[in-house]
Nanobody
Framework: QVQLVESGGGSVQAGGSLRLSCAVY????????MGWFRQAPGQEREGVAA???????NYADSVKGRFTISQDNAKSMLYLQINSLKPEDTAMYYC?????????????????????WGQGTQVTVSS
């Protein structure tokens, strides 16, 4: 059974940093694409960062230069380093796995591409 478990969220002030982690269980992690998504209340889920097993990455324009996605295949872990947090970054953050790993360089940022999802970790940024 595939299970993704996020951790590392919290409440921080604007300008602060957080490192989100995603532990992957029951899944052949090293061969596919992984991504981080977020969803704020009343808004659609959006992709913020993705990574292919090769290490190539893809970021949403709104987070480029502030967010860094990384992975440790040996430990089946996915990470998201978030710097220079802004109040508009407030959302539930989810990690997800895409077994098909489409053709988008660095991995897709479209939620519908992803098959497996975690339960999320909340990030709240105060001004």
């Amino acid at each position: 059974q595939v299970q993704l478990v996020e951790s590392g969220g919290g409440s921080v002030q604007a300008g602060g940093s957080l490192r989100l982690s995603c532990a992957v269980y029951g899944y052949t992690y090293s061969s596919d694409c992984m991504g981080w998504f977020r969803q704020a209340p009343g808004q659609e889920r959006e992709g913020v960062a993705a990574i292919r097993s090769s290490g190539s990455t893809n970021y949403a324009d709104s987070v480029k230069g502030r967010f860094t996605i990384s992975q440790d295949n040996a430990k089946s872990m996915l990470y998201l380093q978030i710097n220079s947090l802004k109040p508009e970054d407030t959302a539930m953050y989810y990690c997800a796995a895409d077994p098909t790993c489409g053709d988008v360089p660095g991995g897709s940022l479209m939620p519908r591409q992803y098959k497996y999802w975690g339960q999320g970790t909340q990030v709240t940024v105060s001004s």
